[in-house]
C-alpha cells in the first residue's frame, strides 16, 4: 500500500464529501480511491468512513485521523514548497470561482496577462453569482464582492469597485429623470439585484456628503446573475444599480444614461477568499499577489 497517497485520498474524501467528487479532483478513478481507503483502513485497523448508498460520513476515529493526517499532508507541502519555490516557475492547475460580470468585465479581459507571466499554471473558471462550498467542490479560491460573513475564510482585499445608477434614454424619456434618491418611490421601475443565497433584494444605496441613504422599494423586476442583471436595464426594464466597470460601455455610447451622480453608491469592496485549512501553493499565491495589483485598475472608474 502505498500509505501516502491512500492518505491523500482519504483526505479528500473527507472534504468533498464523496468518493465520486474526490476521484474527480484527484484526476483517479473512482474505484482506485475506495480501494486505497480500504486499505488504509485495513492498515490502521479501523473504520474511518461510513458508507451508505446515498452518503458517506466520517467515523469518530475518521474525524481524528483526518484532523491528524491533514497536518501532516500540510506539512510535507510546506517542505516540497520550500525546496522548489526558488528554483521552479509556479506551475499546476488552479480553480477560481468568480461572479458573472467580475469574470467577463474584468478577470477574463486581464488573464492572458497572468498567463504570459505563468505560462505552466493552467487555470479552471466556475462563473455564477452563487456560493460555492469551496472545500467539498475543491476551489482554491474566490472572487467576490461585498460583506463577507464567514469566519472560517481568509480574505485579502483586492480593490474598491465605484457603483452607478443609470437606465436607458428611452425609459428616462418615458418616466422622467429623478432629482434626488427619494423620488424612485414615485411610479418609478427598479431591476433589483437579488441574492442567489437568500433571495433578498438589495436595496438602492446613495451616499452624499457623509450621509448614507438606502431605498427600499418593491422592484418589478429581480435577478440574480449580474450579467443578466445588465441586460436587463439595457433592455428598458428599469433602472439598475451596477458596478461602473459594467456600465462604462454602455454609458460611454449613450445606451445607458448615469443619474443621481451627487448620490453615487459607496464603493464595493472586493476580496479573494480561500480556506483557512488550505495550503497556500505557490500558484495560488502567485495569483492573488496578481489580482492585488492589476485588480484595483481593471475597476477604476474612468
Known amino acids: 500500500m502505498n500509505q501516502l497517497l491512500a492518505i491523500r485520498a482519504f483526505a479528500r474524501v473527507v472534504e468533498a464529501g464523496s468518493f465520486t467528487r474526490a476521484a474527480d479532483s484527484l484526476d483517479m478513478p473512482n474505484a482506485t480511491v475506495s480501494k486505497l481507503v480500504q486499505e488504509l483502513e485495513a492498515h490502521l485497523g ?26 501532516v499532508l500540510r ?91 443609470c437606465a436607458t434614454p428611452a425609459y428616462l424619456k418615458q418616466f422622467g429623470i429623478p432629482a434626488y434618491p427619494e423620488e424612485l418611490k414615485n411610479g418609478h421601475r427598479l431591476v433589483a439585484y437579488v441574492s442567489s443565497q437568500n433571495g433578498r ?47 462604462g460601455p454602455a454609458l460611454k455610447d449613450g445606451t445607458l444614461v448615469e443619474i443621481l451622480k451627487k448620490w453615487r453608491p459607496p464603493a464595493y469592496p472586493f476580496h479573494v477568499v480561500y480556506p483557512q485549512n488550505r495550503h497556500v501553493t505557490h500558484r495560488l499565491r502567485v495569483f492573488i499577489d496578481w489580482l492585488v495589483e492589476v485588480f484595483p485598475k481593471r475597476v477604476a472608474d474612468e
Request: charged share 25%.
Open 201 to 247: 433584494a438589495a436595496p438602492f444605496r446613495f451616499y452624499c456628503d457623509a450621509k448614507k441613504t438606502e431605498i427600499k422599494i418593491e422592484h418589478r423586476v429581480g435577478i440574480n446573475e449580474s450579467n443578466a442583471h445588465m441586460a436587463a436595464g439595457l433592455a428598458g426594464l428599469g433602472i439598475i444599480q451596477t458596478f461602473a466597470y459594467s456600465a
Open 75 to 165: 506539512d510535507l507541502e510546506d517542505i516540497d514548497t520550500s525546496f522548489n519555490i526558488a528554483r521552479t516557475r509556479p506551475r499546476g492547475h488552479l480553480r477560481i470561482d468568480v461572479g458573472g460580470s467580475t469574470a467577463s468585465d474584468v478577470l477574463i479581459p486581464a488573464l492572458p496577462d497572468f498567463l504570459a507571466r505563468y505560462p505552466d499554471i493552467r487555470i479552471d473558471l466556475g462563473v455564477s453569482d452563487r456560493a460555492v462550498d469551496m472545500v467539498s467542490d475543491n476551489v482554491d479560491c474566490v472572487i467576490r464582492g461585498g460583506a463577507l460573513d464567514n469566519s472560517s475564510l481568509i480574505a485579502r482585499h483586492i480593490g474598491d469597485a465605484a457603483m452607478v445608477t
Open 46 to 71: 479501523v473504520r474511518l468512513l461510513q458508507r451508505t448508498t446515498r452518503r458517506v460520513t466520517v467515523t469518530p476515529e475518521g474525524q481524528l485521523y483526518y484532523e491528524r493526517s491533514a497536518l
